[in-house]
């Protein structure tokens, strides 16, 4: 079973920048897809950003012109780059993965494994 180890997180202020990383365990057989979720204080998950196996990226409204997926294949590591935070992006993030292509790599129902997340927290 794949595990997905998210870190990364933190407390910063607004304007700041973070980079959170996910481990993956194990390669994942093609095609995939990657994801960072969110889930505010009170609020439901949401979709951040997606990256499938042929390194085609979708993102949320909210976070496109400032949030960044990529991944280092040689490491089994999934990475986002969050430039210019606001404090309405605090929140616990996940990383998760799909053993397939999906028509909504933003839905988390299609997700098949999720790591336990990492807290950030930015204030004003």
């Known amino acids: 079973q794949v595990r997905l180890v998210e870190s990364g997180g933190g407390s910063v202020q607004s304007g700041g920048s973070l980079r959170l990383t996910c481990a993956v365990s194990?390669?994942?057989?093609?095609?995939?897809?990657m994801a960072w979720f969110r889930q505010a204080p009170g609020k439901g998950t949401e979709g951040v950003a997606s990256r499938n196996s042929y390194g085609t990226t979708h993102y949320a409204d909210s976070v496109k012109g400032r949030f960044t997926i990529s991944q280092d294949y040689a490491k089994n590591t999934l990475y986002l780059q969050m430039d210019s935070l606001k404090p309405e992006d605090t929140a616990t993030y996940y990383c998760?993965?799909?053993?397939?292509?999906?028509?909504?790599?933003?839905?988390?129902?299609?997700?098949?494994?999720w790591g336990k997340g990492t807290l950030v927290t930015i204030s004003s």
């Open positions: 194990e390669e994942i057989a093609k095609p995939y897809v």
């Open positions: 998760a993965a799909a053993r397939a292509l999906l028509l909504r790599p933003l839905h988390p129902g299609g997700m098949d494994v």
